[in-house]
Nanobody, 123 residues
């Protein structure tokens, strides 16, 4: 059974850092593209970043470019999102997702999504 589990969220001050993890089970994560999304209360879900397969090309939303870094650890079947220089507007529930394709495409609601991890940036 394909499952994604996010972790690493929390409360951080502006300018701080967090590393989110997306652990996969039921499939080999490095054979597929993996996306990070976020959704803040009252706002639309936003695509944040993606890493493709097999070349590990990466993509970022303009709002996080140069602050966030997506990466894989194949030995742990995990994708990470390193978030630096966090801003209050980064506050959201962060999800990882995949449609099991190799290219970075937008997963449908009935593809594979984690339960989310909350990131709150506040002083």
């Amino acid at each position: 059974q394909v499952q994604l589990v996010e972790s690493g969220g929390g409360l951080v001050q502006p300018g701080g850092s967090l590393r989110l993890s997306c652990a996969a089970s039921g499939f080999t994560l490095n054979e597929h593209a993996v996306n990070w999304f976020r959704q803040a209360p009252g706002k639309e879900r936003e695509a944040v970043s993606c890493i493709s397969s097999p070349d590990d090309s990466t993509y970022y939303a303009d709002s996080v470019e140069d602050r966030f870094t997506i990466s894989r650890d194949n030995s742990k079947n995990t994708v990470y999102l390193q978030m630096n220089s966090l801003k209050p507007e980064d506050t959201a529930l962060y999800y990882c997702a995949t449609d099991l394709s190799m290219e970075c495409t937008i997963p449908a609601d009935d593809d594979y999504w984690g339960q989310g991890t909350q990131v709150t940036v506040s002083s």
